[in-house]
């Protein structure tokens, strides 16, 4: 089945430890996207990549770090820099990211205790 | 990109048709409306989208009015599966960014 996986779905780590989030997809989709989503609210977004070896930055992006060294995997990395990395992880991708339909994933949520 | 409005939270009974309403006063010519729901503790899911004409899947109906300053989603026969949180987006054709506001939490009542 194609779709977005987001490994693991619950992660726990203590503060100032940096932690990474899986995201894969098997789409064949060139854009992927990382978003942030706090307990009732709408989601921001952290990174998008357009294509591989190419990212950008969102609007919240300090305290985060992402890579894409291949099309189908866009890992974030939560560093000990961001001051509130308690949330809901949301992953991404979308056929070419010009204004077309994006597919998540599951979601990780992050707790830092 | 536009910015939109949406009521917090509408209730609807089961089997009954639910409408949800966004406003989006602020669009321009190019872009488009989206809909996307979110399950509690899921990821958001696609339903619909459009520019200017009415829209209709096997998931709901869009139906954006004339001067496209608003649009209304239709869920024809909403059952308990259909508690989710809808967001309302408007999005540049070609631009990059898709800002999620709160949405509308959409309770599906036996």
């Known amino acids: 089945d194609g779709g977005i996986t987001q490994s693991p779905k619950y992660l726990f780590r203590k503060e100032g430890q940096n932690v990474t989030l899986s995201c894969e997809q098997n789409?064949?989709?060139?854009?992927m996207y990382w978003y942030r989503q706090d307990p009732g609210q709408g989601l921001r977004l952290i990174y998008y990549?357009?294509?591989?070896?190419?990212?950008q930055k969102g609007d919240i992006a300090e305290g985060y770090s992402v890579s894409r060294e291949k099309k189908e995997s866009f890992p974030l990395t939560v560093t000990s820099a961001q001051k509130n990395p308690t949330a809901f992880y949301l992953c991404?991708?979308?056929?070419?990211?010009?204004?077309?339909?994006?597919?998540f994933g599951p979601g990780t949520r992050l707790t830092v205790l | 990109d536009a910015k939109t409005t949406q009521p917090t939270s509408m209730d609807c009974a089961e089997g009954r048709a639910a409408n949800l309403p966004c406003n989006h006063s602020?669009?321009?010519?190019?872009?488009?409306v989206y809909w996307y729901r979110q399950i509690h503790s899921q990821g958001p899911q696609y339903i619909i989208h459009?520019?200017?004409n009415n829209e209709t899947n096997e998931m709901a109906s869009l139906i954006i009015t004339e001067d496209r300053k608003s649009s209304t989603l239709i869920l024809p026969h909403a059952t308990l599966r259909d508690t989710a949180v809808y967001y309302c987006?408007?999005?540049?054709?070609?631009?990059?960014?898709?800002?999620f506001g709160a949405g509308t939490r959409l309770f599906v009542k036996a």
């Open positions: 990549s357009q294509i591989v070896n190419d990212f």
């Open positions: 459009g520019l200017k």
């Open positions: 991404a991708s979308s056929i070419e990211g010009r204004g077309d339909t994006q597919y």
């Open positions: 987006i408007v999005r540049v054709d070609g631009g990059f960014k898709t800002i």
């Open positions: 789409l064949n989709h060139d854009a």
């Open positions: 602020t669009i321009s010519g190019n872009e488009y």
